[in-house]
T-cell receptor, first 112, second 109 residues
Framework: IAGITQAPTSQILAAGRRMTLRCTQD?????MYWYRQDLGLGLRLIHY???????GKGEVPDGYSVSRANTDDFPLTLASAVPSQTSVYFC???????????FGPGTRLTVL | GQNIDQPTEMTATEGAIVQINCTYQ??????LFWYQQHAGEAPTFLSY????GLEEKGRFSSFLSRSKGYSYLLLKELQMKDSASYLC??????????FGAGTTVTVRA
Protein backbone atom coordinates (compact mmCIF):
# COMPACT_ATOMS: atom_id res chain seq x y z
CA ILE A 1 0.00 0.00 0.00
CA ALA A 2 1.04 3.57 -0.50
CA GLY A 3 -0.60 6.25 1.57
CA ILE A 4 -2.69 6.33 4.71
CA THR A 5 -5.17 3.75 5.91
CA GLN A 6 -7.78 4.12 8.62
CA ALA A 7 -9.84 1.53 10.44
CA PRO A 8 -12.66 0.96 10.89
CA THR A 9 -14.43 2.55 7.92
CA SER A 10 -17.49 3.15 10.05
CA GLN A 11 -18.66 2.28 13.53
CA ILE A 12 -21.77 2.61 15.65
CA LEU A 13 -20.91 2.85 19.33
CA ALA A 14 -22.91 3.01 22.54
CA ALA A 15 -22.27 6.03 24.74
CA GLY A 16 -19.79 5.33 27.49
CA ARG A 17 -17.83 2.75 25.51
CA ARG A 18 -14.13 3.04 24.78
CA MET A 19 -13.07 3.17 21.13
CA THR A 20 -9.75 3.37 19.30
CA LEU A 21 -9.55 4.60 15.73
CA ARG A 22 -6.50 3.33 13.90
CA CYS A 23 -4.32 5.21 11.42
CA THR A 24 -1.27 3.86 9.60
CA GLN A 25 0.88 5.50 6.95
CA ASP A 26 3.69 3.97 4.93
CA UNK A 27 5.22 7.16 3.53
CA UNK A 28 7.64 7.59 6.45
CA UNK A 29 6.12 10.97 7.17
CA UNK A 30 7.24 12.59 10.40
CA UNK A 31 4.06 14.54 11.19
CA MET A 32 0.59 13.07 11.71
CA TYR A 33 -2.76 14.64 12.58
CA TRP A 34 -6.29 13.78 13.64
CA TYR A 35 -9.25 15.92 12.53
CA ARG A 36 -12.98 15.69 12.93
CA GLN A 37 -15.31 17.01 10.26
CA ASP A 38 -18.81 18.16 11.11
CA LEU A 39 -21.37 19.73 8.78
CA GLY A 40 -20.98 23.49 8.67
CA LEU A 41 -17.87 23.50 10.83
CA GLY A 42 -15.21 22.15 8.53
CA LEU A 43 -12.20 20.17 9.66
CA ARG A 44 -11.03 20.77 13.24
CA LEU A 45 -7.71 19.55 14.59
CA ILE A 46 -7.97 17.20 17.58
CA HIS A 47 -4.37 16.16 18.21
CA TYR A 48 -1.15 16.11 16.26
CA UNK A 49 2.34 14.66 16.38
CA UNK A 50 5.34 16.34 14.79
CA UNK A 51 7.52 13.26 15.18
CA UNK A 52 7.46 9.83 16.79
CA UNK A 53 7.38 10.07 20.57
CA UNK A 54 5.78 13.54 20.70
CA UNK A 55 2.15 14.68 20.61
CA GLY A 56 0.30 17.97 20.96
CA LYS A 57 -3.23 19.25 21.46
CA GLY A 58 -5.20 20.82 18.67
CA GLU A 59 -8.35 22.92 18.69
CA VAL A 60 -10.76 20.29 20.15
CA PRO A 61 -8.74 17.76 22.23
CA ASP A 62 -11.16 17.13 25.11
CA GLY A 63 -12.38 13.53 25.33
CA TYR A 64 -9.63 12.24 23.03
CA SER A 65 -6.12 10.90 23.52
CA VAL A 66 -3.36 9.86 21.12
CA SER A 67 -0.03 8.09 21.17
CA ARG A 68 2.84 7.97 18.70
CA ALA A 69 5.02 4.99 19.58
CA ASN A 70 6.50 4.75 16.08
CA THR A 71 6.58 6.67 12.79
CA ASP A 72 3.82 4.74 11.03
CA ASP A 73 0.96 4.54 13.55
CA PHE A 74 -1.10 7.22 15.24
CA PRO A 75 -4.16 5.80 17.05
CA LEU A 76 -6.91 8.03 18.43
CA THR A 77 -8.75 6.85 21.56
CA LEU A 78 -12.12 7.95 22.90
CA ALA A 79 -12.02 6.89 26.55
CA SER A 80 -15.77 7.18 27.13
CA ALA A 81 -17.70 8.09 23.99
CA VAL A 82 -20.46 10.71 24.06
CA PRO A 83 -23.05 11.53 21.35
CA SER A 84 -21.32 14.85 20.55
CA GLN A 85 -18.36 12.81 19.28
CA THR A 86 -20.48 11.58 16.39
CA SER A 87 -18.50 12.79 13.38
CA VAL A 88 -16.27 11.81 10.48
CA TYR A 89 -12.68 11.43 11.63
CA PHE A 90 -9.77 11.98 9.26
CA CYS A 91 -6.16 11.10 9.88
CA UNK A 92 -3.51 12.98 7.89
CA UNK A 93 0.24 13.00 7.55
CA UNK A 94 2.93 15.23 6.12
CA UNK A 95 6.64 14.84 5.54
CA UNK A 96 7.25 17.59 8.05
CA UNK A 97 5.05 20.29 9.53
CA UNK A 98 6.09 22.45 6.59
CA UNK A 99 4.57 20.33 3.80
CA UNK A 100 1.12 19.62 2.47
CA UNK A 101 -0.94 17.07 4.35
CA UNK A 102 -2.23 13.81 2.87
CA PHE A 103 -5.51 12.51 4.24
CA GLY A 104 -6.75 9.02 4.97
CA PRO A 105 -10.19 7.85 3.77
CA GLY A 106 -11.90 8.68 7.07
CA THR A 107 -13.86 6.85 9.77
CA ARG A 108 -17.54 7.59 10.20
CA LEU A 109 -18.37 7.26 13.90
CA THR A 110 -21.86 7.35 15.37
CA VAL A 111 -22.28 7.44 19.16
CA LEU A 112 -25.76 6.59 20.40
CA GLY B 1 -6.50 31.13 16.64
CA GLN B 2 -7.69 31.59 13.10
CA ASN B 3 -10.91 32.96 11.64
CA ILE B 4 -11.43 31.74 8.07
CA ASP B 5 -14.42 32.70 5.93
CA GLN B 6 -15.51 31.37 2.57
CA PRO B 7 -18.91 31.21 0.84
CA THR B 8 -21.05 28.19 1.63
CA GLU B 9 -22.18 27.37 -1.90
CA MET B 10 -21.59 28.34 -5.53
CA THR B 11 -23.16 27.12 -8.74
CA ALA B 12 -21.69 27.43 -12.23
CA THR B 13 -22.14 26.06 -15.72
CA GLU B 14 -19.89 23.51 -17.38
CA GLY B 15 -17.09 25.28 -19.27
CA ALA B 16 -17.38 28.46 -17.19
CA ILE B 17 -15.02 29.99 -14.61
CA VAL B 18 -15.68 30.16 -10.87
CA GLN B 19 -13.75 32.12 -8.24
CA ILE B 20 -13.92 31.02 -4.60
CA ASN B 21 -12.86 33.69 -2.14
CA CYS B 22 -11.33 33.09 1.27
CA THR B 23 -10.60 35.71 3.93
CA TYR B 24 -8.69 35.02 7.09
CA GLN B 25 -7.55 36.59 10.33
CA UNK B 26 -4.61 34.87 11.93
CA UNK B 27 -2.31 34.92 14.90
CA UNK B 28 0.70 34.04 12.77
CA UNK B 29 0.76 33.07 9.11
CA UNK B 30 2.83 30.38 7.46
CA UNK B 31 1.04 29.66 4.20
CA LEU B 32 -2.41 29.06 2.75
CA PHE B 33 -3.65 25.80 1.23
CA TRP B 34 -6.60 24.84 -0.93
CA TYR B 35 -8.00 21.31 -0.80
CA GLN B 36 -10.69 19.62 -2.87
CA GLN B 37 -13.10 17.19 -1.24
CA HIS B 38 -15.64 15.11 -3.16
CA ALA B 39 -18.68 13.94 -1.21
CA GLY B 40 -17.85 11.01 1.04
CA GLU B 41 -14.14 11.17 0.26
CA ALA B 42 -10.97 12.53 1.83
CA PRO B 43 -9.64 16.03 1.08
CA THR B 44 -6.91 16.16 -1.56
CA PHE B 45 -4.28 18.88 -1.92
CA LEU B 46 -4.76 21.42 -4.72
CA SER B 47 -2.47 24.39 -4.13
CA TYR B 48 -0.23 26.24 -1.72
CA UNK B 49 0.61 29.96 -1.46
CA UNK B 50 3.04 31.50 1.00
CA UNK B 51 4.08 34.61 -0.98
CA UNK B 52 1.78 37.21 -2.53
CA GLY B 53 0.69 36.54 -6.08
CA LEU B 54 -0.80 33.96 -8.36
CA GLU B 55 0.11 30.27 -8.53
CA GLU B 56 -1.16 28.48 -11.63
CA LYS B 57 -1.53 24.73 -11.97
CA GLY B 58 -3.44 23.65 -15.05
CA ARG B 59 -7.09 24.67 -14.83
CA PHE B 60 -6.68 25.74 -11.20
CA SER B 61 -5.04 28.94 -9.97
CA SER B 62 -4.70 30.32 -6.47
CA PHE B 63 -3.98 33.89 -5.42
CA LEU B 64 -2.78 35.31 -2.11
CA SER B 65 -2.61 38.80 -0.63
CA ARG B 66 -1.11 38.60 2.85
CA SER B 67 -1.67 42.29 3.61
CA LYS B 68 -5.40 41.89 2.93
CA GLY B 69 -5.76 38.44 4.51
CA TYR B 70 -7.30 37.27 1.26
CA SER B 71 -7.00 34.38 -1.16
CA TYR B 72 -9.02 33.02 -4.03
CA LEU B 73 -9.14 29.77 -5.94
CA LEU B 74 -9.97 30.09 -9.62
CA LEU B 75 -11.37 27.11 -11.47
CA LYS B 76 -11.36 27.45 -15.26
CA GLU B 77 -13.08 25.42 -17.97
CA LEU B 78 -15.31 23.80 -15.40
CA GLN B 79 -16.07 20.12 -15.75
CA MET B 80 -18.77 18.06 -14.08
CA LYS B 81 -16.11 16.27 -12.04
CA ASP B 82 -15.19 19.62 -10.43
CA SER B 83 -18.42 19.45 -8.40
CA ALA B 84 -17.00 19.17 -4.88
CA SER B 85 -16.26 21.11 -1.72
CA TYR B 86 -13.23 23.38 -1.75
CA LEU B 87 -11.51 23.97 1.57
CA CYS B 88 -9.35 26.97 2.40
CA UNK B 89 -6.79 26.28 5.14
CA UNK B 90 -4.30 28.59 6.86
CA UNK B 91 -1.12 27.36 8.52
CA UNK B 92 -0.12 29.21 11.66
CA UNK B 93 3.28 29.90 13.15
CA UNK B 94 3.25 26.47 14.86
CA UNK B 95 2.65 24.77 11.48
CA UNK B 96 -0.87 23.70 12.37
CA UNK B 97 -3.66 24.01 9.80
CA UNK B 98 -6.99 25.70 10.45
CA PHE B 99 -9.71 25.04 7.89
CA GLY B 100 -12.64 27.08 6.69
CA ALA B 101 -16.03 25.37 6.57
CA GLY B 102 -15.66 24.80 2.82
CA THR B 103 -17.43 25.98 -0.35
CA THR B 104 -19.63 23.48 -2.17
CA VAL B 105 -19.38 24.03 -5.92
CA THR B 106 -22.08 22.54 -8.14
CA VAL B 107 -21.35 22.37 -11.86
CA ARG B 108 -24.42 22.18 -14.08
CA ALA B 109 -24.57 21.06 -17.71
Amino acid sequence: IAGITQAPTSQILAAGRRMTLRCTQDMRHNAMYWYRQDLGLGLRLIHYSNTAGTTGKGEVPDGYSVSRANTDDFPLTLASAVPSQTSVYFCASSETGNNEQFFGPGTRLTVL
Amino acid sequence: GQNIDQPTEMTATEGAIVQINCTYQTSGFNGLFWYQQHAGEAPTFLSYNVLDGLEEKGRFSSFLSRSKGYSYLLLKELQMKDSASYLCAVRDGDYKLSFGAGTTVTVRA
